[in-house]
Antibody, heavy 118, light 113 residues
Framework: ELQVVESGGGLVQPGGSLRLSCAASGFTFSRHWMHWVRQAPGKGLVWVSRINGDGSSTSYADSVKGRFTISRDNAKNTLYLQMNSLRAEDTAVYYC???????????WGQGTMVTVSS | DIVMTQSPDSLSVSLGERATINCKSSQSVLYSSNNKNYLAWFQQKPGQPPKLLIFWASTRESGVPDRFSGSGSGTDFTLTISSLQAEDVAVYYCQQYYSTPSTFGQGTKLEIK
């Protein structure tokens, strides 16, 4: 079964750090660009970051640039999002998403909740 | 950034009737070299992740019922549900993946009348 499973979310104080992980299975992970998309409680979907197949190219939303780092370990079929200097407005469910070049954002995980609060 | 604007924000439709959701992009998402519109539609039910329904503006994802269809080109797009079923109650989002950052519409909440 094609799937991605996020982990690593939780409660963190403003200014703190958190690392999210996304374990992929059922497909050749290294062939796919991967993305993080977040959704604040009761709000819409917001793209956060993406990484290409071999990890050599990354891109970030302006709101997280300089604070978040996306990376991947293709040997472990795992995507990461290192989040530093967290702010209240980063509170959201974070989704790991596969990009299928022949299609679109086709596989989404269940998401992991990140809450930034004192 | 490309701004995606959906209309209406909410929609109430009777079972068996047609539902239509519109999406407008602030610039064209049609890539001339391959004549593809980089536009997708998602369905999100409460407590669940988004589910891909339509990509390339009009290609239905595998397993998606044929009552769902997408149309449009350039900057104006439509998602149509031909005969609304109870399980179609959800929030629907359009998304452009033509340029980075990819951007989503604000969502349209679909309810049963």
């Amino acid at each position: 079964e094609l799937q991605v499973v996020e982990s690593g979310g939780g409660l963190v104080q403003p200014g703190g750090s958190l690392r999210l992980s996304c374990a992929a299975s059922g497909f050749t992970f290294s062939r796919h660009w991967m993305h993080w998309v977040r959704q604040a409680p009761g709000k819409g979907l917001v793209w956060v970051s993406r990484i290409n197949g071999d990890g050599s190219s990354t891109s970030y939303a302006d709101s997280v640039k300089g604070r978040f780092t996306i990376s991947r370990d293709n040997a472990k079929n795992t995507l990461y999002l290192q989040m530093n200097s967290l702010r209240a407005e980063d509170t959201a469910v974070y989704y790991c998403v596969r990009w299928e070049v022949a299609g679109a954002f086709d596989i989404w995980g269940q998401g992991t909740m990140v809450t930034v609060s004192s | 950034d490309i701004v995606m604007t959906q209309s209406p924000d909410s929609l109430s439709v009777s079972l068996g009737e047609r539902a239509t959701i519109n999406c407008k992009s602030s610039q064209s998402v049609l890539y001339s070299s391959n004549n593809k519109n980089y536009l997708a539609w998602f369905q999100q039910k409460p407590g669940q992740p988004p589910k891909l329904l339509i990509f390339w503006a009009s290609t239905r994802e595998s397993g998606v019922p044929d009552r769902f269809s997408g149309s449009g080109s350039g900057t104006d797009f439509t998602l149509t549900i031909s005969s609304l079923q109870a399980e179609d109650v959800a929030v629907y989002y359009c998304q452009q993946y033509y340029s980075t950052p990819s951007t989503f519409g604000q969502g349209t909440k679909l309810e049963i009348k």
